[in-house]
């Protein structure tokens, strides 16, 4: 089992969510979140205050899928996610040590 | 009959002459004046239009443009300081400035308490015979007062106690706002008898809070962080609402001066559209002409410029010169705001001096022309501009120095009464949870 950690952009996400569901994901929980990364952050001006926001806001998607389904999972996700632009986000894989379906109390590979 | 004048000038000192070289209409002004139920219907409509910009319109622009940590505070102070003057309109407000009798800076206070008004009593509108019931009229004065001291809390926000702010609000109303509106709009006042133009208010409301905003930002200090961390509006949303609300109930405020439901109340209207339309807009342009791009709140921040603009000059311009006014009201709004400020360094934290005291002044000065007929404006024959603007300047100037000096009486009363602002701590955490123990956002 894995965890797939990717950080798009906001406007990739339904693209994203309609292509994993496609190859077979079955859930993924999103959050709104703000960093940085090579991309600059843009400048604000508020009645001539310019403020030089150094985050910028990205979406980030957690995936848990079996093992066999990653290398799907990541070519998906870079190949819709993509724009070919500095600030695409970036992808982590992690290994998953456990997971529980809290209300029938399956575990591991049966409650993903 | 109770004679209570409150004049956009020029009409005032033109029936006057009137009357005195006609004698067929002083007998007419003799007669009983009658009340009209359109005019009381009107007015009744526009006091609550003025209230509505206040509760939530000036709640909402304001509240938009602090952080999310203050937005309660501000909508807080906004709303108390109104329901404050309201009790002190009928405690002693409307006696001290539109009573019987008195001298030019102030009323007697014959009528405090509202003694002998009733349901009879009536005020005099701009034309003879007609009167509006005295009730309504307080109502209208009373939601005046009631915005003109909000307005000045657009530059204390996020560091002032609130209770200092109510002490503050007491203090301010009666040794600066009451006696400037007498002034200026009661028949005896010491700028309404020498024929100033002030239709709505541009000094008694906007360069009066604007200047007071000012010298009460000067003694209260900066935000703690001030210019170096960015403190941009929690909501432009809020803002944008506001700016709506403000527009929509200026109609009362604006055409609302003109006491009657007729012809000079359709001429306020029509210059409290354009004006501000043009300023929305020329604010922008100005944005484009600087090097930015068109923003949402230099639009919303146009809009009030050219209202401000737009405030004494509402009866007293043709349209055309309303819309000139409004551009250049909202162009020079737009450097003190965006460059006097910085330059000076003063922390007027939502730019109430910037916009309604740069834009009052600018409106006060420009009424002075816009007034003449050959730029369509309603000034009768034998008018001189030169002379107008020597009163408009000399109504200013002493308004100018009226805020400023009650400013700071008030403010240091305050601060002996309350300590006048809030500490560190309570100000880096917000003053919703420090001074309400609430916050705006539970999610």
Known sequence: MKLVIAIIKPFKLDEVRDALAAIGVQGMTVSEVRGFGRQKGQTEIYRGAEYTMTMVPKMKLEIAVPAGLVPAVVETVQHTARTGQIGDGKLFVLDLEQVLRIRTGETNDEAL | MISVRRIGAGFGALALSAFAAAPAFAQAAAAAPTVNKGDTAWMMTSSLLVLMMIVPGLALFYGGLARTKNMLSVMTQVGAVAALTMLVWVGWGYAEAFGDGGGEYIASFSKALL??????????????????????????????????????????????????????????????????????????GKFFTKGALDYAGGTVVH???????????????????????PMPPHSLTMTGIGTGLLWVGWFGFNAGSALEAN??????????????????????????????????????????????????????????????????ASVVCF?????????????????????????????????????????????????????????????????????????????????????????????????????????????
């Open chain 2, 207 to 229: 360069i009066n809070s604007g200047v007071s905003a000012l010298v009460a930002c000067l003694i209260l200090g900066k935000r703690i962080g001030y210019p170096k961390e």
């Open chain 2, 335 to 443: 450097f003190a705001v965006t460059k006097l400020k910085p330059k000076l360094g003063y922390d007027d934290a939502l730019d109430t001096f910037g916009i309604h005291g740069i834009g009052g002044m600018i409106g006060a000065m420009g009424t002075g022309i816009v007034y003449s007929a050959a730029l369509g404006g309603p000034s009768p024959d034998g008018w001189s501009m030169g002379h107008q603007l020597w009163v408009q300047a000399q109504t200013v100037g002493t308004t100018i120095l009226w805020a400023a000096v009650g400013t700071a009486v008030s403010i240091y009363a305050a601060k002996l009464a309350t300590g006048l602002r809030v500490s560190p701590d309570v100000e880096r955490e917000g003053l919703d949870l420090g001074e309400h123990g609430e916050r705006a956002y539970n999610m």
């Open chain 2, 263 to 328: 012809g000079a109340a359709g001429l306020a209207m029509i210059n409290t559209f354009v004006a501000t339309a043009s300023a929305g807009l020329a604010w922008m342009l100005t944005e484009r002409v600087t090097g930015h791009k068109g923003s949402a709140l230099g639009f919303c921040s146009g809009i009030i410029a050219g209202l401000v603009a737009v405030t004494p000059a509402a009866g007293n311009s043709g349209p055309l010169g309303a819309i000139v006014l409004g551009a250049v």
């Open chain 2, 115 to 188: 003694h002998g008004v009733s349901p009879t009593t009536t005020a005099a509108t701009f034309t003879t015979g007609v009167a509006l019931p005295e009730y309504v009229f307080v109502c209208f004065q009373m939601t005046f007062a009631a915005i003109t001291v909000a307005l000045v809390l657009g530059s204390v926000v996020e560091r002032m106690k609130f209770s200092a702010v109510m002490v503050f609000a007491v203090l301010w109303l009666t040794i600066v706002y009451f006696p400037i509106a007498h002034m200026v709009w009661a028949s005896n």
